[in-house]
């Protein structure tokens, strides 16, 4: 039986979709089947990051208003045979997903796989409440800054409140992503550094995702950074998804890199 991830935050813009398709192709290249669904109605961007955007025929609306079926909707990944997306519609209104539609796919979803990964849409709009309410297990996604890290303690709130394990008198596992982490800018305080957001969050921490050209590269590509093994950040989100599988890896890219001679002398 599949277990469901909601990858969540409550600001838009910190990296959800990002490593939405990191985390679930990182799954996948350990051997799990994997689908990951986009829940941004009229706003989605998973295709695009996941370089299928022209593959896309049905949608999550179609397979949740019964007017297409799983088969019919879910996109194989050009280079895992064991990873499948379900895209969102780019016409639909975000109230076109009601809770009864979204349950049924998920259910049909975990007789065939081992992780659902639901890529949701920042805020508490409709479409973040159905990626909420049904997660057993969330990543939650956050930018070392004030106001993001604000934002996410609401989804916690959420979280704690409002999902279906809450109503059950049960809990949602947390886990924290911090993201676009600058460890200059953490000593020049104009960024909160890990231990500040742990302390604010509460939350155990899955990994620190270093900023980083490669991620800006690979959703230009098509491809998930996970597969650029040789970048900080595909590094950073291989590591967090083996710390998400029980396995022991110290935390990367924390410190400030240090300057070998010839940069000290010849600057870069």
């Known amino acids: 039986m599949a277990k469901v991830i909601v990858i969540t935050s409550g600001k838009g813009g910190v990296g959800k979709t990002t490593t939405s398709a990191a985390f679930a192709t990182a799954l996948a290249l350990r051997g799990h089947r994997t689908v990951v669904i986009d829940f941004d109605v009229g706003l989605r961007n998973l295709d695009l990051v996941m370089g299928c955007e022209r593959r896309v025929v049905y ?38 997903l009601s809770a009864d539609g979204v349950e049924r796919v998920l259910n049909e979803l975990k007789a065939d796989f081992d992780y659902i990964v639901c890529d949701s849409p920042a805020g508490i709009e409709h479409g973040a409440h159905m990626a909420l309410y049904f997660a057993e ?53 104009d960024m909160l550094s890990v231990t500040d957001v742990e302390e604010i969050l509460a939350v155990p921490l899955l990994g620190v995702i270093p900023e980083s050209e490669a991620v800006l590269k690979a959703s230009n590509q098509g491809v998930p950074v996970v597969h650029d093994s040789d970048s900080d950040a595909g590094q950073a989100y291989d590591d967090a998804v083996a710390r998400y599988l029980g396995e022991d890896r110290p935390h990367r890219f924390l410190e400030k890199q240090k300057k070998g001679f010839l940069q000290r002398v010849f600057g870069g």
Do not use: C, M, W
Request: glycine share 4%; charged share 30%.
């Open 59 to 96: 949608d999550f609306v179609n397979v949740v208003q019964n007017e297409a079926n799983l088969k019919q909707a879910l996109i194989k990944d050009k280079k895992l045979n064991n990873l499948f997306i379900l895209p969102a519609s780019q016409t639909r209104d975000k109230d076109a």
């Open 137 to 189: 297990e969330a990543v939650i996604v956050t930018n070392p800054e004030v106001s993001s890290v604000r934002d996410s303690d609401r989804i916690i709130g959420i979280l704690q409140s409002k999902s279906r394990l809450a109503e059950q008198g049960g809990s949602v596992k947390e886990h924290l992503l911090l993201t676009r982490y600058n460890p200059e800018r953490v000593e020049r305080g």
